[in-house]
């Protein structure tokens, strides 16, 4: 079983940039690709983007691509979600997800998520 911590999550202004840390625990969260997804008030759940644990392998939603990189640093058990050029239709809940361990790819569907954080809070606004 593997808990997850999301932070960072704050208001931002529309061209602003964020940083979003998920730490995982206990220390073996090198074994888990991590999902970044996010919501909004009253609308459905959203993937962002995803990575894999060892290879690295990444993948993101097109509104997002350009603008968000998700990268990992497994000796310091984090995984990462730098957001720039964010736009207010970034504002959501954003959380960070595991799924079963050892997978090779990642996938952008939170069916294969089985392991989620409390959620940190992202406002884009003026």
């Known amino acids: 079983q593997v808990h997850l911590v999301e932070s960072g999550g704050e208001l931002v202004q529309p061209g602003g940039s964020l940083t979003l840390s998920c730490a995982g625990s206990?220390?073996?969260?090198?074994?888990?690709?991590i999902g970044w997804f996010r919501q909004a008030p009253g609308q459905e759940r959203e993937a962002v983007s995803c990575?894999?644990?060892?290879?690295?392998?990444?993948n993101y939603v097109d509104s997002v691509k350009g603008r968000f990189t998700i990268s990992r640093d497994n000796a310091k058990n984090t995984v990462y979600l730098q957001m720039n050029s964010l736009r207010p239709e970034d504002t959501a809940v954003y959380y960070c997800a595991a799924p079963s361990p050892y997978e090779l790819e990642c996938h952008l569907n939170a069916d294969e998520y089985y392991h989620w954080g409390q959620g940190t809070q992202v406002t884009v606004s003026s």
């Open positions: 206990p220390s073996a969260l090198d074994h888990y690709g």
């Open positions: 990575i894999t644990s060892t290879s690295g392998k990444t």
